[in-house]
């Protein structure tokens, strides 16, 4: 089963889209490959909707990507899709660094197949400054999820590879890894998730509200050596298709778990999840590198049977090359925030209040929690407010007692 399933897995590779920019005499300034998933809220008849959808295979960066001119203008990497659609990553370096220093996404809310029935049907423009950074002469390298929140839109990269000023128009053998791509060291007792809220990117045209959150389940695969793979996690699968008529369509299906049946294999490097629910089996394939003393999710496998008025009855769909759910081996990996895996442009499997720990198990018990980084990113925020609100008040604090000593000091004795 273990063999056959990484057949599987391998025959149904995604790869991410390529695109670079060249100056008039040919030579390359930009290169890139990356995977974009976009998520942005509408008013539509006085109600909140959500599109979602990547950024497709088919994009062109030629019309709007420059080079530059010198020191008056720097490199951008423009991707124009869809009817009206772009986004641009603007490029700055100093001595030492090259970086994103601007993310801008212009997206036209006239268009019907992205928005139906949206309210504004203008051009909207949402930015975020300073999101990449690297070293000049090296590869930026980000295969994790790098989440981008902009207001009404989210931003999700991942199978990242780039580079600017490229000193020989291909990518450096030495890289600059992303944060992301760093597994916390932070260990924490283990806690009961958190109820997250959902935002489904699809990889469809046709986009929907977000659906509500599916229940949490646990799971767990038990092999000759005791438990191999522990889950806690709330599942969604989304799905586009083509109809009979040539539309496309799409399915959303939570996984119920008092429904869904868990099965799996425990080898000595690779572990197995196998989740079943209805007509639909998701398998999520675990690696453990022994050398570095971790684990991560390398693979997810998808199969299930489409609505009758898809073309095809059946779909699969299968990624070998993902680097999720990261943790060192006896922790558990913990995201209370929803993650997206993205398996082919056509299948989107997303996880809710997710802990998962793989190959050091202690029966149904999770070890220490590392935490993903988009947790420790939102525990960070309101230690920033509390820090500066406390600074506040110790400024005016000084400044009453100053104001009240140069008061007494101004008496005289009569």
Do not use: W
Not at 9 to 23: H, I, K, P, T, W
Request: glycine share 6%.
């Amino acid at each position: 089963m273990g063999g056959a399933a990484r057949a599987v897995l391998l025959g149904f590779l995604q790869a991410s889209s390529s695109f670079d920019v060249r100056d008039s005499t040919g030579k390359v300034c930009i290169i890139a490959n990356l995977t974009v998933a976009f998520s942005v809220e509408y008013k539509s008849s006085g109600q909140k909707q959500f599109a979602h959808f990547f950024l497709p295979q088919n994009a062109t960066s030629q019309s709007h990507s420059s080079c530059g001119e010198g020191n008056t203008s720097h490199p951008i990497l423009a991707l124009s899709f869809g009817a009206g659609h772009l986004i641009s990553l603007n490029f700055s370096k100093t001595l030492d660094k090259y970086q994103v220093e601007e993310l801008t996404f212009h997206y036209n809310l006239s268009d019907e197949t992205l928005f139906p029935n949206a309210t504004e049907g203008k051009v909207m423009v949402a930015t975020q400054k300073s999101v990449i950074q690297a070293r000049i002469g090296t590869e930026y390298r980000c295969i994790n999820s790098k989440y981008i929140r902009m207001k009404h839109v989210n931003i999700t990269f991942s199978n990242v590879t780039l580079e600017a000023y490229p000193t020989n128009g291909t990518f450096s053998a030495n890289k600059t890894e992303c944060r992301e791509d760093m597994v916390s060291t932070t260990t924490v007792a283990p806690t009961t998730p958190k109820h997250a809220t959902s935002q489904v990117p699809t990889t469809s045209p046709a986009p929907t509200a977000a659906p509500s959150s599916p229940a949490v389940g646990k799971y767990n695969v038990t092999g000759a050596n005791g438990t191999c793979v522990l889950a806690s996690m709330g599942l969604q699968l989304n799905i586009t298709y083509v109809k009979k008529d040539e539309k496309m369509g799409l399915d959303l299906l939570n996984f119920i778990p008092h429904n869904t049946s868990a099965s799996g294999m425990c080898e000595s490097t690779s572990a197995f999840l196998n989740l079943a629910f209805e007509k639909t089996k998701i398998t999520f394939h675990f690696v453990l590198n022994a050398s570095s003393e971790k684990f991560f999710l390398q693979g997810v496998n998808v199969s299930t049977t489409l609505p009758s008025e898809a073309k095809a009855p059946t779909f699969e769909a299968s990624n070998d090359s993902m680097s999720e759910l990261r943790a060192t081996v006896g922790n558990s990996y913990k995201c209370s925030a929803e993650e997206n895996f993205q398996v082919t442009d056509k299948a989107l499997v997303n996880v809710f209040n997710v802990q998962v720990q793989a190959f050091k198990v202690d029966g149904d018990k999770f070890g220490a929690v590392e935490e993903c980084q988009l947790d420790e990113n939102n525990m960070l925020i309101p230690i920033i407010v509390g820090a500066a609100l406390a600074g506040l008040v110790l400024i005016v604090l000084i400044a009453y007692l100053i104001g009240r000593k140069r008061s007494h000091a101004g008496y005289q004795t009569i």
